[in-house]
């Protein structure tokens, strides 16, 4: 099955752990060197009508999705948000297991 990066925009993405949703693919994280996806990133959800920013992203490593549907994307993972958080530039970044 072959999908574009519109296409994978349209999917929602579902912790097949807990049954949480994420949210919808916002964009991937390309190695240049090997021209492989390397990780899709769902961006965090808005505070207050986005004007107290946004929750942490969550980037979900290519080798943690079981499985692309036609309307979702399942993921294998647990969200440590306190060990894995990152900054980068001025928001910080969770990073999926």
């Known amino acids: 099955m072959s999908c574009r990066l519109a296409e994978l925009r349209h999917k929602e ?3 097949s752990c ?7 693919v916002d964009d991937l ?9 390397v990780a899709v990133i769902v961006y965090g959800r808005p505070r207050f009508f986005g004007l ?4 942490s ?3 979900i490593p290519w080798d ?12 294998d993972f ?3 948000k306190t060990t894995n958080e990152t ?7 969770t990073i999926c297991h």
């Open 18 to 24: 807990d049954g949480s949703r994420l949210g919808f």
């Open 78 to 80: 647990k969200v440590q």
């Open 57 to 59: 992203d969550c980037i």
């Open 13 to 15: 993405v579902i912790n």
């Open 64 to 75: 943690n999705i079981t499985l692309i549907g036609e309307d979702t994307i399942l993921v």
């Open 87 to 93: 900054k980068k530039g001025n928001k910080f970044v």
């Open 52 to 55: 107290f920013g946004r929750s």
């Open 29 to 37: 994280e390309v190695d240049t060197h090997s021209s492989k996806v």
